[in-house]
Nanobody, 122 residues
Framework: VQLQASGGGFVQAGGSLRLSCTASGTASGRIFSMGWFRQAPGKEREFVATINWDGLSAYYADSVLDRFTISRDNAKNTVYLQMNSLRLEDTAVYYC???????????????WGQGTLVTVSS
């Protein structure tokens, strides 16, 4: 499956952005768990949020809990990340990824899209 992320940009602290990731290349895209990860300058890539194949269960990093919401529309083969109350430390390249395993098993996200840059300014 090929993943295409979009929606990044510049935003002031406290603002909002919505990222999108569209999957293509398989008719069974809905069977994938999907996730968002991010990598800030000089840091390792870290987990942000994941969602199971039917969109009914999600898992969040503590740092984004209650600020970010992951969702998916399987009819459009798209997963979203709504980011509210953005902070300077949310600045990073955000990547979407797919897994054929359980959505909480972060080690199984081995199908990656290109990243989209989110820059939060003061």
């Amino acid at each position: 499956v090929q993943l295409q992320a979009s929606g990044g940009g510049f935003v002031q602290a406290g603002g909002s952005l919505r990222l999108s990731c569209t999957a293509s290349g398989t008719a069974s895209g809905r069977i994938f768990s999907m996730g968002w990860f991010r990598q800030a300058p000089g840091k390792e890539r870290e987990f942000v949020a994941t969602i199971n194949w039917d969109g009914l269960s999600a898992y969040y990093a503590d740092s984004v809990l209650d600020r970010f919401t992951i969702s998916r529309d399987n009819a459009k083969n798209t997963v979203y990340l709504q980011m509210n109350s953005l902070r300077l430390e949310d600045t990073a390249v955000y990547y979407c990824a797919a897994s054929r395993s359980n959505y909480v098993d972060l080690t199984q996200y081995n199908n990656w899209g290109q990243g989209t840059l989110v820059t939060v300014s003061s």
